[in-house]
């Protein structure tokens, strides 16, 4: 696969100490990336793909580290987000962030999951940026490009220190991960002023969750993680995101109910969205390697129904919703269960004003 030579700022760290954990799973996967639609030329292995390995760049070079991810209506302004990491070990098939990895030359695929880029010097890089804009700045997200506890955290630490900087100049936070080393956090996580950890959880069991999240903490692990940060005091919530239709909608009831005995009291929906045709070919084809061809081809008609005939939305409005009865039966479904567990019920914006806003949940719906 041609590659374009990531220029400076980045060095390679060769250091597998940082990788512990990680290298024996990316060891035994082989390379596929779809075609980057950025780089001139890409080619095809003949035969058999080199296995990857998991590669680790720091990056020194990054000038700003809060991104205006995207408008929003809350509160007429915009969505605010912090990412420490480029790429994510945890190689969802369906992560629409598969996307951004393509913007720095690499591919969609397995590039995604094993060319991680960090960006080290981001908690300086959020302090500076808060020092000029904390009155502007209503909340900031810890998602969106990655998930901020992967693994390499435990060792660089990166999103710890972010937090301790919301802390420090009062920034109300959102976090989403499916990691349960956000546990590690939670001293800090107390000290912010408003804080909501979400935790992405679409399907119920391991075996449901393994052919399209693989390298995930399974389902328990992050239920488990999901009761220690409520039972600390901090609030959670739960995120059933992608619904992949004809695949997951069963499971709804069962990933709310665990989710309320676990002490979770927020919860949200979204519909999956394969926003390129990388992101399109790599789930697809994971679908095949992992999924017996009826199912496969369950999923792949219910999905072209919501979607008028393809497996992607027409327009960014159309992102997150079907277009079908089924879809409608699904919401309901979510919203009905979710009513009847007493999710949802503390209004988002206090009245001690918008600084004591939490991420409402249509929004928070809308970063996945
Ligand atoms: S954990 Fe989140 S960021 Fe990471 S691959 Fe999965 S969906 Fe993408």
């Known amino acids: 696969m041609a590659k374009k030579p990531v220029n400076g700022g980045f060095f390679l760290n060769s250091d597998l100490k940082s990788l512990r954990g990680c290298d024996s799973v990316a060891g035994v996967r082989q390379g596929i990336n779809p075609p980057n639609p950025y780089n001139k030329y890409s080619a095809e292995y003949i035969g058999e793909p080199p296995p990857t390995k998991l590669e680790v760049f720091e990056e020194t070079s990054t000038k700003r580290i809060i991104t205006k991810a995207f408008a929003s209506d809350w509160e007429g302004g915009w969505r605010y987000t912090v990412n420490c990491y480029r790429g994510c070990v945890h190689g969802c098939t369906y992560c629409f962030a598969r996307q951004y990895h393509e913007y720095l030359g690499y591919g969609a695929g397995t590039d995604f999951e094993t060319k991680i880029v960090v960006k080290s010097n981001a908690p300086q890089l959020l302090r500076q940026e808060l020092k000029k804009c904390r009155d502007k700045m209503p909340h900031l997200d810890f998602s969106f490009a990655t998930d901020p506890y992967i693994a390499l955290e435990a060792e660089y630490k990166l999103t710890r220190q972010c937090l301790e900087v919301c802390a420090e100049f009062r920034v109300p936070v959102g976090v989403i991960t499916k990691s349960p080393l956000v546990t590690r956090d939670i001293d800090v996580l107390k000290r912010l002023r408003k804080v909501t950890v979400f935790f992405s959880l679409p399907f119920l069991t391991k075996e449901k969750s393994n052919p399209f999240e693989p390298y995930t903490p399974v389902p328990e692990a992050r239920f488990r993680a999901m009761k220690t940060v409520a039972d600390a005091g901090v609030e959670v919530g739960i995120g059933i995101a992608p ?57 792949i008609n219910t999905i072209k129904r919501e979607r008028g005939g393809s497996l992607r939305h027409k327009t960014y409005n159309e992102r997150m919703m079907g277009t079908t009865e089924q879809w409608e039966v699904t919401q309901k479904l979510f919203e009905f269960q979710a009513r009847r567990l007493g999710f949802n019920a503390r209004p988002n914006v206090s009245e001690n004003g918008p600084d004591e806003a939490v991420a409402p949940v249509q929004e928070q719906r809308r970063l996945f």
Do not use: Q, W
């Not at 009831?253 to 045709?277: N, Q, V």
């Open 243 to 299: 619904v992949i239709p004809g695949y997951n909608e069963s499971d709804i009831p069962g990933l709310l109910e665990r989710a309320k005995d676990c002490g979770a009291t927020r919860a949200f929906m979204s519909l999956l969205h394969l926003d390129t045709d990388s992101i399109e070919e790599y789930f697809v084809a994971k679908m095949h390697e992992r999924l017996p061809p009826t199912r496969v081809n369950k999923i």
